[in-house]
């Protein structure tokens, strides 16, 4: 982006009701265009919000993040160069570079990486906080050669290193990858002497616009992606299973099919992450059998669920694994060597992001890789993403009983012995229950989703709550599964956000949270925000049958309402306090 586009981005109108999202740059340098160009990315990433930026102290960056009001604040943006670690390391100070001064500069550098660190780590118990480390480059101090680095430049590196090691151990807390900051902005062309002695900003215009749309995309993350679905032939593996057989289809170095290789690697990743990967192939259903027993593949048999074998559309396997998973197909993507296949797909699911394997291209097999990182990567991994897979195997056998009777649905979680762990707090980190905010459609209250510095700022509000429910039984864990964040006034509660996965339909699970809500608060009615969306049905159906009606507009359950509606509640529950 150039300054006069910036500056064009920034003209446009904000909706009068635009939710107002106020962020801090921290920087030691003039902020100066970096702010211009920060302000509009962010307006870029998300148009329908109000952007406020707020600046420091000119050459005291961790007095500006220890002197915040994170109250007047909702993310912390904190750039750091090297003059922010000791002042000669930048051209504006002449305070030596004396051979003897060199120990002393990484001492003095070392000292403000523990000040940054314990500023950023306070920081990031309150708000979202996104760190971008030196970008520029360290000036000619040492006494090596450019072309060596010396002991004092590694130091100072590692002492960088460090800091961003310990910030990043806070789940609030992003910090900017310089290797791909490296690949947009080329490293021998982001400082300008001139500007930096003349205004005190050390940025060409380039690396700024480059730098803030970086940080923009950590402020603004877009939600990973849930499932890939792929093929087999010429994509997992290279060959035709029906016509080389088990043993000729390959994937090495030896055989010229290192690029299956890599895929099949890249996929077993995502699934140890907790991404769902299915597969879509027109084939022998027990030639795949056979294949997937092969001791030297890498992409292991239980990663895969479900395997859809037949010879059937391509479509129509995708919607069955889409129904297995229950999934939506805007949270998948769909892999295949075929331009036909991925077009007869994309027609079924417009919403699906089909790419084509480039099975002979090394180059666009290693972007490919890149580009799937992005869509499924996440900041960190929790419990639910180790056992997301299982509880898709277990739902898909264990016994259905949404249209069974009251008894048969009794016996069933009698046997279950299901336990449903409950947590009622302001857990402001909880990353878990936040992504299941805005990523649940169909057992929704209103479809409204929440960035985190929104969610921050609800919790903290005096008379909000967030009560989590962690299920499980004996078909396994299903780990936490629903989120109500609301307020209490008196005997009345009021619900603004209601979410459950639909891992954990059909348990009775939504029944027994209204039941701790009403006990937990002694409260005789509970008021929803409740609004209809495309895909919350489930949650429509759920209250008209509690309320043995249609829902109206201003929704409400008396406590007595619940108990006549209510069927037999048969967990176990336990309760922790977050």
């Given at each position: 982006m150039r300054l006069v586009e910036a500056l064009e981005v920034l003209k446009r109108p904000v909706p009068k009701d635009a939710p107002l999202q106020r962020v801090f740059l921290a920087c030691g340098f003039t902020p100066l265009h970096l702010e211009t160009f920060l302000h509009a990315h962010l307006?870029?990433?998300?148009?329908?919000?109000?952007?406020?930026?707020?600046?420091?102290?000119?050459?005291d960056l961790a007095g500006n993040i220890e002197r915040l009001d994170r109250s007047g604040c909702d993310t912390l943006v904190a750039a750091i160069e090297w003059p922010d670690l000791d002042a000669r390391l930048g051209m504006r100070s002449l305070g030596g570079w004396r051979a003897a001064d060199l120990p002393d500069i990484v001492e003095s550098a070392e000292n403000a990486a523990n000040r940054l660190k314990k500023a950023l780590r306070a920081v990031a118990k309150m708000i979202p906080v996104c760190v971008s480390l030196p970008t520029l480059p360290l000036p000619p101090l040492f006494t090596a050669p450019t072309q060596q680095a010396s002991r004092w430049e590694l130091q100072l590196r590692q002492c960088v290193a460090s800091l961003a090691t310990d910030v990043a151990e806070e789940s609030s807390v992003r910090v900017l990858s310089t290797q791909t900051l490296d690949e947009v902005s080329p490293p021998h062309a982001r400082f300008d002497p001139d500007a930096e002695m003349a205004t005190g900003f050390p940025y060409k215009l380039p690396h700024a616009s480059a730098l803030a749309e970086a940080l923009a995309g950590l402020i603004?993350?877009?939600?990973?992606?849930?499932?890939?679905?792929?093929?087999?032939?010429?994509?997992?593996?290279s060959g035709i299973l029906g016509d080389v057989g088990v043993n000729g289809v390959c994937w090495d170095l030896s055989s010229h099919a290192q690029g299956h290789g890599l895929f099949q690697q890249f996929l077993e990743s995502l699934a140890s992450a907790g991404v769902l990967v299915g597969a879509a192939s027109k084939n022998d259903r027990e030639l795949v059998e056979v294949a997937f027993q092969r001791k030297d593949l890498i992409l292991r048999a239980e990663s895969v669920y479900p395997i859809e074998a037949h010879w059937g559309k391509k479509s129509a396997s995708v919607a069955r694994i889409l129904g297995t998973w229950n999934v939506g197909p805007e949270a998948v993507v769909f892999v295949d060597d075929s331009p036909m296949e991925l077009a007869e797909v994309k027609s079924v699911f417009p919403e699906m992001e089909c790419i084509l394997f480039p099975k002979d291209d090394y180059r666009a097999i290693?972007?490919?890789?890149?580009?799937?990182?992005?869509?499924?990567?996440?900041?960190?991994?929790?419990?639910?993403?180790?056992?997301?897979?299982?509880?898709?195997?277990?739902?898909?056998?264990?016994?259905?009983?949404?249209?069974a009777s009251d008894s048969s649905a009794d016996n069933f979680l009698q046997k279950a012995n299901a336990t449903i762990r409950f947590a009622l707090g302001k857990d402001l980190a909880d990353a878990r229950a936040l992504?299941?905010?805005?990523?649940?459609?169909q057992f929704n209250l209103n479809g409204r989703r929440m960035t985190e510095p929104q969610w921050r700022a609800y919790l903290q509000e005096a008379n909000t709550f967030l009560l989590t429910a962690n299920y499980e039984d004996k078909y396994g864990p299903l780990g936490k599964i629903a989120v109500i964040m609301g307020s209490a006034s008196g005997d009345r509660l009021f619900i603004d956000t209601w979410v459950m996965s639909c891992r954990a339909f059909s348990r009775r699970i939504e029944h027994h949270c209204l039941r701790y809500l009403f006990d937990k608060f002694s409260a005789d009615e509970i008021a929803f925000d409740y609004q209809a969306t495309e895909r919350n049905g489930p949650l429509r159906s759920f209250f008209e049958e509690l309320l043995q009606g249609p829902l109206e507009s201003d929704l409400r359950i008396a406590r007595e309402c619940f108990e006549k509606g209510s069927p037999r509640l048969l967990h176990q529950v336990t309760e922790v306090h977050s």
């Open positions: 307006r870029s990433a998300a148009p329908t919000d109000a952007i406020e930026i707020q600046t420091g102290v000119f050459g603004y993350g877009r939600l990973p992606m849930k499932g890939i679905i792929t093929d087999l032939d010429d994509t997992v593996w290693w972007n490919l890789l890149r580009r799937l990182r992005d869509l499924f990567g996440k900041a960190a991994l929790r419990e639910e993403d180790s056992i997301r897979l299982q509880s898709v195997r277990r739902a898909s056998n264990a016994p259905e009983f949404t249209n992504e299941l905010v805005n990523k649940t459609n």
